[in-house]
């Protein structure tokens, strides 16, 4: 099975779609997905479906949104390319089979296929150790893998409810960790010029992002761009502050007095080559992966 899950929801059975277009079955889905190869008990199931309380006959209408689901996958068993499956395949993998049903709960089993968050927290947990050895080129490498299996937002398309929200909060936090690592490992490298344009959106999407606003900061001032770096703390710092009123950290107080230091004596070398230890991002770590529940 091929569960797709960064950018749109998309769950193939040997090339051939199970993903609904109906509402709820597609939730229910995407929420089997969240917690591949695990039970979700029923309750969990029935809180995302009906956050505000589940219904009379909830049951019964889970259960055939179950159905739904099997029924697709028994479609996509039937139109699976005849020379793929093995002697006796077809007794083990069955829609029952694949959507399993447990004491209490229900399991989607992917069959060891590619799930493409387990491929982004190995490129990342990849990265993360290269950056702590101080191997800046594969940290770059594979933080940018990681990075690259994003297609959008986790789940478009999908009418999330409590659970599936948190787990696409999570997935939006990991994925900010290892951009904020991947650019520091760019920065390590001497590459600020290539990334004054794409650190420009990014700090536009990310408004109140601290790191990445610093990471601009000091890409454009090595490029020598002092009033450019100091227009984006302006910038964060009125986001800020319209949006929690607080003002920006210690760290980006001293960073923008840094800049108005080296744009009045116009002294660049420390920005010569890496990022000053003081200015550097937090190391972040990437939320293991589990259920949701």
């Known amino acids: 099975m091929d569960v797709r899950i960064l950018g749109g929801l998309s769950v193939r059975e040997h090339g051939v779609s199970i993903t609904p277009t109906a509402a709820a079955p597609r939730q229910l ?3 089997l997905t969240a917690s591949a190869d695990q039970v979700v008990p029923v309750t969990v199931l029935t809180e995302e479906l009906w956050p505000s309380g589940a219904p009379r006959g909830a049951r019964t209408e889970l259960q055939s949104h179950i159905a739904e689901l099997r029924t697709l996958i028994t479609g996509a068993l039937r139109d ?3 020379a793929e499956p093995g002697p006796g395949w077809s007794d083990r993998r069955t829609a029952d089979a694949i959507l399993v049903s447990q004491p209490g709960g229900y399991r989607l089993d992917t069959g060891g ?3 493409d968050v387990r491929q982004f927290e190995r490129a990342a947990g990849a990265g993360y150790r290269a950056m702590e050895a101080g191997d800046l080129d594969r940290a770059a490498l594979r933080l940018g893998e990681a990075l690259a299996l994003w297609r959008g937002e986790p789940y478009a ?3 999330a409810g409590p659970r599936l929200r948190r787990e ?3 997935l939006e936090t990991s994925r900010l960790s290892v951009l904020d690592q991947w650019v520091e490992a760019q920065l390590g490298l001497g590459r600020h010029a290539e990334l004054v344009p794409e650190l420009s ?3 536009a999407r990310y408004r109140t992002n601290e790191p990445l606003h610093a990471h601009y900061m000091v890409a454009l001032l090595r490029c020598g761009q ?3 770096a100091l227009t984006v703390y302006e910038r964060l710092r009125a986001a ?3 949006e929690s009123g607080m003002e920006p950290s210690a760290r980006l107080r001293r960073l923008q007095r840094s800049v108005l230091a080296v744009r009045t004596t116009e002294v660049r070398p420390l920005y010569a080559s890496r990022v000053p230890a003081q200015f550097s991002a937090p190391r972040a770590r990437l939320v293991p992966a589990g259920s949701v529940g």
């Open 157 to 159: 398309g999908v009418a």
């Open 226 to 228: 002092h009033d450019e």
């Open 240 to 242: 800020l502050k319209g």
């Open 80 to 82: 699976a390319p005849s």
């Open 168 to 170: 696409v909060e999570r």
């Open 201 to 203: 959106g990014l700090v």
């Open 113 to 115: 296929g590619t799930n």
């Open 29 to 31: 889905l995407a929420l």
